[in-house]
């Protein structure tokens, strides 16, 4: 499996901003997939999941209703729409795949990492 994160870049507060993860094996449309996020100084902590189908998805309480997560498994592409943006909300952003169909919170139940895209949101 190799994940290719793109997107984020420099953004204002309350701007937008698209990330996307491509898998470029086109090994994942069975598995869960995953975005989190590691902000300076802090421990990484999860964003948001869906599952292999793209019918579920869970959400931190720090994003939901401003952050959504969405697949095209045709294309085998991870999506991440951020709206409402946040300072807080800077980090490097890395997208997983999953060891199992569901999505998941738990960084123990990924078992692939993308390497990260950069995230800064100014005030």
């Known amino acids: 499996v190799q994940l290719q994160a793109s997107g984020g870049g420099l953004v204002q507060a309350g701007g937008s901003t698209r990330l996307s993860c491509a898998d470029s094996?086109?090994?994942?449309?069975?598995?869960?997939l995953g975005w989190f996020r590691q902000a300076p100084g802090k421990e990484r902590e999860f964003v948001a999941a869906i599952d292999w189908r793209g019918g579920n998805a869970i959400y931190a309480d720090s994003v939901k209703d401003r952050f959504t997560i969405s697949r095209d498994r045709a294309a085998n592409t991870l999506y991440l729409q951020m709206d409402s943006l946040k300072p807080e909300d800077t980090a490097v952003y890395y997208c997983?795949?999953?060891?199992?169909?569901?999505?998941?919170?738990?960084?123990?139940?990924?078992?692939?990492w993308g390497q990260g895209t950069q995230v800064t949101v100014s005030s």
């Open positions: 094996r086109r090994t994942t449309s069975n598995n869960g």
């Open positions: 997983a795949v999953a060891r199992s169909a569901m999505g998941s919170s738990r960084n123990e139940n990924y078992r692939y």
